[in-house]
């Protein structure tokens, strides 16, 4: 399985109310790599987006026929994993032109989250992830690891994981390794799943994770480790997003400003949106430092 087993497992705790203690957040988030905020997020707004992504996923075949789509009501006859599945692309080509799902990661409330973090203005990658995470697919969950090896640049970029609909354990979700990211970048290697590579994490390794409601949002370091727990729902789409953010000041890859894969380029993402869309090459009004 790509999921480590957690031999301890510490709940959520909501840090909402350190949003106006910035010094006690940014302590929080040097001592834990995590910050778990309930509610943080509009319901409506995160279930408009799970309800479009649900669409994409019902276009392409994985939905119960005869069900309602937006219950996300997997079909069993089919099982789509995100490693090198022309499926998978044909779908995330598709989800990637859905405006909504990059406007959700600049939401005010998320984006209010990281100033206090960083106490400077904030820039949101583009680079925006979607996951669909089918029910017996637990050889595949994503296994533990960090994602400075993917993004480069800055080490306070922070990743904010996105539930889109209430994600009790049993649907999986998403577990971090508490404290993790004091032990630096570690050696990689080669693993099944979303990312192809994991790091080796201590038996004694104290986690954070739980039930997680439509709203709530889960930052951490990209140092933290942390992994997907195994969708053990037997019949439900497990759909969640991951934004990344860093203080506006400090470097960013430059892969990090084109959209994730590389299957498609922004033109083609942008092709049926409004022409003034302000949401469109947000990044380019800025003075950045791009390596």
């Given amino acids: 399985m790509a999921m480590v087993n957690m031999a301890q497992i510490e709940p959520l705790e909501d840090m909402t109310n350190l949003l106006d203690q910035p010094g006690e957040l940014r302590r929080r988030g040097r001592e834990d790599g995590c910050l778990f905020f309930s509610g943080l997020l509009a319901s409506q707004k995160v279930n408009s987006v799970r309800t479009q992504i649900l669409a994409v996923c019902n276009k392409h075949g994985w939905i119960m ?23 998978w692309q044909a779908f995330y080509n598709d989800l990637q032109k859905v405006r909504d799902f990059h406007n959700l990661a600049l939401d005010e409330d998320l984006i209010h989250v990281f ?3 960083f106490g400077e203005s904030v820039l949101p990658h583009s680079r925006n992830i979607c996951r669909v995470v089918f029910p017996n697919s637990a050889s595949h969950s994503t296994p533990p690891h960090q994602d400075n090896f993917y993004i480069g640049g800055s080490e306070e970029t922070w990743t904010a ?35 192809g590579r994991q790091v080796d994490v201590e038996e004694q390794q104290v986690w954070v994770g739980g039930d997680y409601a439509c709203g709530d949002v889960i930052i951490l370091h990209s140092l933290a480790i942390h992994q997907g727990r ?5 019949d439900r789409l497990r759909v969640s997003c991951d934004f990344r953010y860093q203080p506006m000041s400090h470097p960013i890859r430059s892969d990090s400003l084109i959209p994730h894969m590389r299957w498609l380029t922004w033109e083609e993402i942008y092709r049926n949106w409004d022409p003034e869309d302000p949401i469109k090459y947000y990044w380019r009004n800025w003075d950045l430092q791009i390596t």
């Avoid at 219950?71 to 490693?83: D, F, M, P």
């Avoid at 539930?163 to 354990?169: K, L, N, Q, R, T």
């Avoid at 195994?230 to 037997?234: E, F, I, L, V």
């Fill in 65 to 87: 026929e005869g069900s309602d789509y937006t219950k996300g009501v997997a079909n069993t006859e089919v099982l789509v994993l995100e490693e090198a599945d022309p499926k």
């Fill in 115 to 117: 100033e206090a973090l």
């Fill in 161 to 195: 994981w996105i539930p889109c609909g209430d994600c009790p354990v049993t649907l999986g979700g998403l577990s971090v390794a508490k404290g993790s990211h004091k032990q630096g970048n570690l050696q990689v290697k080669e693993a099944v799943g979303p990312g």
């Fill in 230 to 234: 195994d969708n053990m729902s037997q």
